[in-house]
């Protein structure tokens, strides 16, 4: 482990965990270098623990994927890169006698980062209903996934980043499609089951540090580079004197 590095992983702002994780890289050497290779890392991480240790079912299920952009000393920047359910909230989801209902949408916000999003729903029966199962009809498929592509079209269009993101976090977009298919069908387990980052616009290192970053950038637990490789200098001088003495 004598040439390998060890460095911070930085979470976007919009996290309250900052420093969520470490990875590790050889140490630059040559034509080689170990900053530019963790650039485009992709870093997975459980949404509970990004939001501090938070015991909501909403984020405890929730995988949150972090791409890495840039390296400032130590610390490794990243940047939303995509989102997902666990399998076994999926799993828990799916019940007998209803109809799944799954809708996709490519959406792009105002500051250019184009987004996949996969909506996921059930039927459910409705007040005072005998029959046992609770299927609907094709035409209120259509209409539901209609709905749905409208509300994340809406949802995700007219903002930034960081606020679909946070959007994600408390998962309202799936309490609005339910309210919006109302008038069509009763849903039940309405969600965002998945975001995929499809396109992202030019990198600019200043706008990642202003805004996704919010122009905090948590000090490396470790000290970073310079501070890093002090003690290894003395102790390299010091046995270097000791050498000399003898």
């Not at 977009?173 to 992202?200: H, N, Q, S, W, Y």
Request: hydrophobic residues 35%.
């Amino acid at each position: 482990m004598t040439n390998k590095e060890w460095y911070d992983i930085v979470s976007p702002a919009s996290f309250k965990t900052r420093q969520c994780g470490k990875t590790l890289v050889n140490k630059s050497k040559g034509t080689f270098s170990g900053p530019e290779a963790i650039k485009g890392r992709v870093f997975e991480a459980n949404l509970a623990d990004l939001m501090g240790q938070s015991e909501d079912d909403v984020h405890k299920c929730r995988k949150i994927f972090l791409k890495a952009e840039d390296v400032q000393g130590r610390n490794v920047l990243t940047n939303f890169h995509g989102m997902s359910l666990n399998t076994d909230k999926i799993r828990a989801l799916v019940q007998k006698w209803c109809t799944i209902i799954e809708g996709e949408v490519e959406a792009k916000t105002n500051d250019g980062y184009t987004l996949r999003v996969f909506a996921f729903a059930l039927t459910k029966k409705r007040q005072s209903q005998v029959k046992k199962n609770c299927h609907c009809q094709t035409s209120h498929v259509k209409k539901i996934r209609g709905k749905m592509a409208e509300k994340i079209t809406d949802t995700v269009t007219k903002a930034s980043l960081e606020k679909v993101v946070k959007n994600f976090q408390a998962d309202v977009l799936g309490e609005d499609i339910r309210k919006a298919c109302l008038g069509i069908f009763p849903l039940t387990g309405c969600c965002i089951r998945k975001v995929k980052m499809v396109k992202t616009p030019k990198f600019d290192a200043a706008r990642l540090i202003d805004v996704i970053h919010n122009k905090d950038i948590p000090v490396s637990k470790e000290g970073g580079r310079q501070l890093q490789s002090a003690p290894v200098e003395e102790e390299e001088k010091k046995e270097a004197a000791e050498e000399a003495d003898e």
